[in-house]
């Protein structure tokens, strides 16, 4: 019974990663237990989500919190060593304590723009400053120069918690969308 | 000539020369005949298998076929990539966005999982990325929050995995499985 509705195995693997790049990144991870031939279609998925809330429990204590997110930026660290891809569409990155992992962040930042990445979404900001009340807090990590190089493919920017020098936004011809937030 | 099939280099040329095409154009609506894998005949308006990609660079490599093989693909999901496409000639003519929209969410809504996933390598081998676009996007939409059991029955996808292989995995991304809804 199983062989006749095998639909779908027979595909290319170059269009299983299109498949798997229509998804939320969550999902395209989740495929690589579909069958064997799935496994490590994900891993050059074109939408990624580098998200600190997948991996951070925020009701655990910050010592636990601190090894959860060393696991995080590892898991962020090996996949854009192994991605494949020439080109991203959508690139997420939420890190609430952009200054213990400065070089890990540029070196992911680095990375969107070598892919030209289409759309790019920043959120340096911390939980935890709304819990202390906190109503003026500095950003807390400063757009890099490689995004400003290759700005000319971003279609949107979404910036939260990351300052920039408007002067260096000269070349930014494809940008549609631009949200900027502080927390 | 009548060797063609060996050596189409040379019959490009003499066709374009002789009157037959001239006369055949000078039609309104010339029509191509498409076969599938299960020996069904399709005949479409030119226009319409102009829509495809393989079919065209089909004809620009030998003009004076009538009839188009497509081994690759059945019956019912090549009758369905027609009627999209018919559609999508007549939003070429007279451009209207909204109802361009409205029909293309109205062809995926109706169709049932399996004709999705069958459509997906047919509208890749024939090259239309539209409606590629459009299959994708609707089975993205569909498998939303899934679990892996549905989503491989969903694309009849057979399990390779032992249940201690898929067991480890699971374990090494624990974190794309939170938040899945209940089948």
């Known amino acids: ?183 | 000539m009548s060797s063609s099939t060996d050596s189409p280099t040379l019959t490009t040329e003499t066709t374009q020369l002789s009157p037959q095409p001239d006369t055949e154009t000078a039609k309104p609506t010339k029509k191509i005949t498409l076969k599938s894998s299960d020996n069904q005949i399709f005949e479409v308006e030119e226009s319409v298998a102009m829509e495809f990609a393989t079919v065209k660079s089909f004809f620009e490599d030998s003009p004076s076929t009538d009839t188009v093989p497509l081994p690759n693909v059945t019956a019912k999901p090549l009758s369905q990539v027609i009627e999209f496409c018919k559609e999508q000639i007549k939003f070429k003519a007279n451009p209207d966005e909204a109802q361009k929209k409205k029909y293309n969410a109205e062809f995926v809504t109706e169709k049932s999982d399996k004709d999705l996933v069958d459509m997906i390598p047919v509208a890749n081998y024939l090259e239309i990325k539209d409606l590629l676009d459009v299959l994708n996007q609707a089975v993205a939409d569909r498998i939303e929050n899934k679990s892996v059991e549905y989503v491989r029955s969903f694309f009849g996808i057979d399990n390779d995995f032992t249940a201690e292989e898929e067991a480890a995995l699971r374990r090494e991304h624990a974190w794309a499985y939170e938040g899945v809804d209940e089948d």
Not at chain 1, 19 to 44: G, H, M, Y
Not at chain 1, 91 to 117: E, T, Y
């Open chain 1, 1 to 183: 019974m199983n062989s006749n509705i095998d639909r779908i195995s027979n595909l290319p693997s170059s269009l299983l990663i299109i498949i798997a790049s229509f998804l939320p990144f969550k999902e395209a991870a989740r495929t690589s237990v579909l069958s064997k031939q799935w496994l490590n279609i994900w891993r050059d998925a074109m939408h990624i989500q580098f998200n600190e809330t997948f991996f951070v429990k925020s009701d655990e204590p910050e010592e636990n919190r601190k090894v959860q997110r060393e696991v995080f930026i590892n898991f962020a660290r090996q996949f854009i060593a192994n991605y494949s891809q020439q080109v991203i569409k959508t690139l997420g990155l939420a890190c609430s304590k952009p200054g213990d992992f400065l070089s890990d962040i540029q070196n992911i930042l680095m990375f969107a723009s070598s892919r030209d990445v289409r759309e790019l979404g920043l959120d340096f900001s911390d939980p935890t400053w709304r819990e202390q009340a906190l109503e003026n807090h500095q950003a807390a990590f400063e757009l890099p120069l490689p995004v400003y190089e290759h700005g000319q493919v971003l279609r949107s920017l979404k910036l939260f918690s990351c300052s920039f020098k408007v002067s260096n936004f000269s070349n930014f011809c494809s940008l549609k969308t631009l949200s900027l937030g502080l927390d």
